[in-house]
């Protein structure tokens, strides 16, 4: 891949995991995918390989890159997999990152080490049935009694949170009530091996099949007071900043997996004969395929743009919701075009079309809505 802002240092991330990718990831991924199977083997591997909390300083486990050799490679494995590149996106960006960037020293060295080997994982618990877009419809509650959080609660559509190797959660939770008569929302560090701690795999989903999603459940759990992250009634800030550097991982599967799409359909159309020739050489079809080449190239600007902003500690939250929405709604139309070359074989699971058409759903909701992000963007406008 050319592209001004790709070192010869992200080239060499980039054939790491392209190689692990095609030699590991793609001969299981639709076994995986069809057995609805989280894969502790291949998330130990990523670890093993060192992606996860590659930017974190080498004293807390990390190799000390940029961000933008995250993106790089949770785009490149998307290509490949999206559920294995959820796992991977999920862990440095709500596990590590809130962790990383509102934990004390104490809390930095206690935890980030053992979340960079691909043994542990960890969660962020936000979403409850109540409160999906809307964060402040936070039930789940703490109370601060002699010098210990007293939990209660539930969360919904939790990633890493069930597998053998999830070991804890950063959870929002409603810890008072504020002089304006709001919540006040804190987060927590919770240990799984805490009492009342449960939690619990979620199937049957459409997509993202061998990632491990799950309902987690708190009932009486009792926490240190020094397990809260960050400041008393900081949740939501901490929520907010953690979902703009996660959105730029959700950009990347989805230009990662718009680019998987696309070499799938220039490979079928390419051996594909009808009317006694290539289907590629129908107008029609390379029409399309120039239609998903130009929209590749200008969601892979954007968001590389919006990176390049973080990496420079300048403000990137309106880069960052633009770059998700506009590959997550990408990534639909190009698994869309993808499917519809295919034609007919495009809708069964002997072809990886069909497992990119599902995969691509969720881009659109996670991490925040497409609606949503519409917000977020007409009020950075002035709107």
Same mark, same amino acid.
């Given at each position: 891949?050319?592209?001004?802002?790709?070192?010869?240092?992200?080239?060499?991330?980039?054939?790491?995991?392209?190689?692990?990718?095609?030699?590991?990831?793609?001969?299981?991924?639709?076994?995986?995918?069809?057995?609805?199977?989280?894969?502790?083997?291949?998330?130990?591997?990523?670890?093993?390989?060192?992606?996860?909390?590659?930017?974190?300083?080498?004293?807390?486990?990390?190799?000390?890159?940029?961000?933008?050799?995250?993106?790089?490679?949770?785009?490149?494995?998307?290509?490949?997999?999206?559920?294995?590149?959820?796992?991977?996106?999920?862990?440095?960006?709500?596990?590590?990152?809130?962790?990383?960037?509102?934990?004390?020293?104490?809390?930095?060295?206690?935890?980030?080490?053992?979340?960079?080997?691909?043994?542990?994982?960890?969660?962020?618990?936000?979403?409850?049935?109540?409160?999906?877009?809307?964060?402040?419809?936070?039930?789940?509650?703490?109370?601060?009694?002699?010098?210990?959080?007293?939990?209660?609660?539930?969360?919904?559509?939790?990633?890493?949170?069930?597998?053998?190797?999830?070991?804890?959660?950063?959870?929002?939770?409603?810890?008072?009530?504020?002089?304006?008569?709001?919540?006040?929302?804190?987060?927590?560090?919770?240990?799984?091996?805490?009492?009342?701690?449960?939690?619990?795999?979620?199937?049957?989903?459409?997509?993202?099949?061998?990632?491990?999603?799950?309902?987690?459940?708190?009932?009486?759990?009792?926490?240190?007071?020094?397990?809260?992250?960050?400041?008393?009634?900081?949740?939501?800030?901490?929520?907010?900043?953690?979902? *703009?550097?996660? @959105?730029?991982?959700?950009?990347?599967?989805? $230009?990662?997996?718009? =680019? !998987?799409?696309? %070499?799938?359909?220039?490979?079928?159309?390419?051996?594909?004969?009808?009317?006694?020739?290539?289907?590629?050489?129908?107008?029609?079809?390379?029409?399309?395929?120039?239609?998903?080449?130009?929209?590749?190239?200008?969601?892979?600007?954007?968001?590389?743009?919006?990176?390049?902003?973080?990496?420079?500690?300048?403000?990137?939250?309106?880069?960052?919701?633009?770059?998700?929405?506009?590959?997550?709604?990408?990534?639909?139309?190009?698994?869309?075009?993808?499917?519809?070359?295919?034609?007919?074989?495009?809708?069964?699971?002997?072809? *990886?079309?069909? @497992?990119?058409?599902?995969?691509?759903?969720? $881009?659109?909701?996670? =991490? !925040?809505?497409? %609606?949503?992000?519409?917000?977020?963007?007409?009020?950075?406008?002035?709107?």
């Amino acid at each position: 891949m050319n592209h001004p802002l790709i070192t010869e240092k992200h080239r060499q991330w980039i054939e790491k995991v392209k190689e692990f990718a095609n030699n590991e990831v793609k001969p299981l991924a639709k076994e995986l995918d069809v057995n609805e199977k989280f894969s502790n083997e291949l998330t130990r591997r990523m670890g093993q390989l060192g992606l996860f909390g590659m930017y974190l300083p080498e004293v807390y486990g990390g190799s000390y890159t940029d961000y933008f050799s995250l993106v790089l490679v949770v785009e490149e494995l998307a290509k490949i997999d999206s559920s294995q590149a959820a796992t991977l996106a999920s862990q440095n960006s709500l596990g590590i990152g809130p962790i990383y960037y509102f934990g004390n020293e104490e809390q930095k060295k206690k935890y980030l080490p053992g979340l960079t080997t691909g043994e542990r994982l960890w969660a962020f618990g936000l979403t409850e049935s109540t409160a999906g877009s809307d964060s402040r419809g936070t039930q789940s509650h703490a109370e601060l009694i002699d010098g210990n959080w007293h939990i209660n609660g539930s969360k919904m559509f939790i990633s890493n949170a069930s597998s053998e190797l999830s070991v804890g959660a950063t959870l929002q939770v409603v810890t008072g009530i504020n002089s304006k008569g709001e919540k006040e929302l804190s987060t927590i560090l919770v240990d799984r091996s805490t009492p009342g701690y449960f939690s619990e795999k979620l199937q049957g989903k459409m997509m993202w099949r061998a990632t491990d999603t799950a309902r987690m459940r708190f009932e009486k759990c009792v926490v240190p007071e020094k397990n809260l992250l960050g400041e008393p009634g900081k949740g939501s800030h901490i929520m907010l900043q953690t979902l *703009d550097s996660g @959105r730029l991982t959700i950009a990347a599967m989805g $230009l990662g997996l718009a =680019e !998987g799409a696309f %070499e799938l359909a220039m490979k079928y159309a390419k051996g594909r004969e009808q009317f006694g020739k290539p289907i590629i050489k129908f107008q029609s079809t390379s029409f399309k395929l120039a239609d998903m080449a130009t929209k590749i190239e200008a969601a892979r600007n954007l968001l590389y743009h919006a990176v390049w902003l973080k990496d420079h500690d300048f403000p990137f939250g309106k880069e960052s919701a633009m770059a998700k929405l506009y590959c997550s709604e990408i990534a639909r139309e190009v698994a869309d075009e993808c499917v519809q070359i295919h034609g007919a074989y495009g809708l069964f699971n002997e072809y *990886d079309a069909e @497992r990119f058409y599902r995969d691509q759903r969720l $881009l659109q909701i996670g =991490e !925040g809505t497409s %609606e949503i992000l519409r917000v977020v963007i007409s009020r950075h406008i002035g709107c």
